[in-house]
């Protein structure tokens, strides 16, 4: 579809993001292109009536800035609204660059894929599921010849359609696996959705040294201290080295976040400091990683 150039906006803003508009079959992987989009970070509306599409980039625009890439999700549930989808691309989105994709499958694998998903087609009238896909053919054709890609998913599974779609719409930075130490006290809980978890309390304890006990592991001299430690280093190399095999393991399966608990007692020494050097480390490797830290100040 032909999109608006924002280098010829009336108001002379550039920067502004991309619209996506997802469409296709029933059972050709919408919904995983859409969460792929998310990964991505795009602003993901989902079975979006088309006669609102301006109106939900001005909000989205409004609340989040007009950088901010946008999804959506247009397909036969909209009903009679579904019909203006093509009127409301051909005038175009004020200020948007936009990209219409469309999924498609052969029917025998579509069906296949709506049978093991147990739901009825949002066309099937009461009769074969079959029928709702021939119908649902028909209202898309025109828009099927429209579309800027259109990506056949009859053989892909989902981590080869995410993969289509990254290469499509991805950037450098958000195809990179983003890497999130986590530091926390042991006796506060384990945050529930880290990936891996490691325990520093084989590591002396920094509370117990008078002029350290005021400072936490961001802290130079507390940093030193933990780092210094018997069996500190040993353990970062063979962790660091861990973590790389996984993360590559995780950006072949389509995976582009891994969150890394590293444990202490309260939360505010060994594990600080050693959440801030194993984000380090990775940054230096090339991974966009970064330490938080959930118990710091909590004592």
């Not at 469409?23 to 609102?52: H, Q």
């Not at 325990?199 to 201290?225: C, I, Q």
Request: charged fraction near 25%; proline fraction near 3%.
């Amino acid at each position: 579809m032909s999109g608006v150039d924002v280098s010829q906006e009336e108001d002379g803003q550039t920067g502004v993001g991309e619209l996506v508009v997802i469409t296709g079959m029933t059972g050709a992987g919408r919904s995983t292109a859409a969460k792929e989009l998310e990964d991505l970070g795009y602003f993901v509306i989902d079975n979006l009536p088309p006669s609102m599409l301006a109106e939900a980039v001005r909000i989205v625009d409004a609340g989040q800035g007009r950088s901010q890439r946008i999804a959506v999700v247009v397909d036969v549930r909209s009903g009679s609204f579904f019909q203006g989808l093509r009127s409301a691309l051909a005038h175009g989105v004020r200020g948007r660059n936009t990209t219409l994709v469309f999924l498609d499958a052969t029917d025998d694998v579509l069906v296949r894929r709506q049978e093991a998903a147990r739901r009825p087609h949002p066309l099937q009238e009461g009769g074969r599921l079959l029928d709702g896909l021939q119908r649902e053919r028909y209202v898309l054709a025109d828009l099927r010849s429209d579309a800027d890609l259109v990506i056949d998913t009859t053989n892909l599974n989902v981590h080869q359609l995410t993969d289509r779609i990254g290469e499509s719409f991805g950037t450098l930075d958000t195809m990179q696996l983003r890497v999130t130490t986590i530091s926390f006290g042991f006796k506060y809980g384990i945050p529930v959705d880290a990936d891996y978890v490691a325990d520093m309390r084989f590591l002396p304890n920094p509370h117990w040294v008078p002029e350290l006990r005021a400072h936490s592991g961001r802290d130079r001299d507390v940093s030193d201290y933990v780092l210094s430690r018997p069996g500190a280093e040993d353990f970062l190399e063979q962790y660091i080295r861990l973590l790389t095999g996984v993360a590559e393991g995780y950006l072949r399966e389509g995976k582009r976040f891994m969150r890394v608990a590293i444990g202490c007692t309260g939360g505010k020494h060994r594990s600080v400091a050693m959440s801030e050097e194993i984000a380090r480390r990775l940054q230096e490797l090339g991974y966009l990683a970064r330490a938080i830290h959930r118990d710091l100040g909590r004592e």
